[in-house]
């Protein structure tokens, strides 16, 4: 049974940082991209950043890039979030998910095939 579990998350003011971590167990299937994405209540679930597995390609959303980086744990089938610079509009429960076949795109949520249940990221002014 796949479990996708992050943690990391939690209060910080305005300009700190976080790193979030996503870790995947259960696998029985090479992982071909790990990604995450972001809720904040009332609104849809929007993408934040991915990496494949294969390679180590990267994509950011525009709101997000220059500020967070994304890298990935082979060996630990583990993804990991840095968030720096965090503004108030970054306030919101964060998914990981986790692709297992290869698609063109990384950047929606029905490109991925397992998600966690999310950590809160809450950023005050």
């Known amino acids: 049974q796949v479990q996708v579990a992050e943690s990391g998350g939690g209060l910080v003011q305005a300009g700190g940082s976080l790193r979030l971590s996503c870790a995947s167990s259960?696998?029985?299937?090479?992982?071909?991209?790990m990604g995450w994405f972001r809720q904040a209540p009332g609104n849809e679930r929007e993408f934040v950043a991915a990496?494949?597995?294969?390679?180590?390609?990267?994509d950011y959303a525009d709101s997000v890039k220059g500020r967070f980086t994304i890298s990935r744990d082979i060996a630990k089938n583990t993804v990991y979030l840095q968030m720096n610079s965090l503004k108030p509009e970054d306030t919101a429960r964060y998914y990981c998910?986790?692709?297992?076949?290869?698609?063109?795109?990384?950047?929606?949520?029905?490109?991925?095939?397992?998600w966690g249940q999310g950590t809160q990221v809450t950023v005050s002014s």
């Open positions: 998910a986790v692709d297992r076949d290869w698609r063109p795109t990384i950047r929606t949520v029905s490109d991925y095939d397992y």
């Open positions: 259960g696998l029985t299937f090479s992982i071909e991209a």
């Open positions: 990496i494949r597995w294969s390679g180590g390609s990267t």
